[in-house]
């Protein structure tokens, strides 16, 4: 397959097609190659339009889905940014192009070792992997000026609301198990103001929060 045509096709068809017209964001996901973050099985069907399975009964996100979320996020390229569910990798990798600092958590271990191991190997040099529960944040590097959560709850957890800094925005797809809303939450003078962009459908948010 050609690797860099699919790519090309998946932004036009996918991305393009549904509105996001971000040139920085999208040059990015024509760069990144999401083929090497996918399980090996599932290569051919990486630049498809859904998710795919990652093991561990966890996915790897719709492209249009990982560029929805990152463009209402409005990275200028100067922002810490926090991640809850690392996953296969690709979100984080697509995010440290577009930001100063990543930093992603994942609960599953085996997953969390698999992306650090990918996004040293590929020299995403600004991403730091934590293997640990997301709900937490990550209160060493906080604050954070944008934080995106790519697994469903049914509420913001609040140690993210209380990691993100002044003028931060949140993105995270909010509601019940099979069907939620993607929110933006921004924080300014220490007010949240919501934004809802539609619906969608991500797995589930494990943690103590
Ligand atoms: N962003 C990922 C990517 O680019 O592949 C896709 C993430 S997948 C839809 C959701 C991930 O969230 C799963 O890997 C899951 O294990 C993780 N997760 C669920 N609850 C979590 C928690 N409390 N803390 C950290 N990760 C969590």
Redesign the pocket.
């Known amino acids: 397959m050609n690797y860099k045509k699919a790519r090309e096709h998946m932004v036009e068809s996918q991305i393009m097609n549904r509105g996001i017209l971000n040139e920085k964001l999208l040059e990015i996901m024509k760069q990144v190659p999401r083929h090497l ?1 996918v399980s090996k099985s599932m290569i051919s069907a990486a630049y498809d339009d859904h ?1 795919l399975p ?1 093991g ?6 719709q492209p249009y889905m ?1 560029a929805i979320m990152t463009d209402i996020l409005e990275l200028k390229g100067d922002e810490k940014v926090l ?12 995010l440290s192009k577009l930001a100063k600092k990543v930093v ?5 271990k085996e ?1 969390a070792e698999r ?1 650090k191991k990918l996004l040293k190997k590929y020299k995403y040099e600004n991403v730091k992997v934590i293997h ?5 944040g990550y209160e060493k590097n906080a604050p954070y000026n944008a934080i ?1 959560v ?2 469903a709850a049914p509420k913001i957890p609040n140690k993210l609301i209380e990691q993100l800094a002044e003028n931060g925005r949140i993105v995270a797809p909010i509601g019940p198990r099979w069907h939620q809303e993607l929110i933006r939450i921004k924080k300014t003078n220490g007010k949240l103001e919501k934004d809802y962009f539609g619906g969608c459908i ?7 929060d």
């Open positions: 973050f998710p990652i561990h009964g966890q996915t790897i996100s990982v991640e809850v569910g690392a996953g296969s990798g690709y979100q984080a990798a697509i992603t958590v994942e609960r599953v997953l992306t640990g529960d997301g709900t937490k995106i790519t697994a991500f797995v589930p948010l494990i943690g103590d």
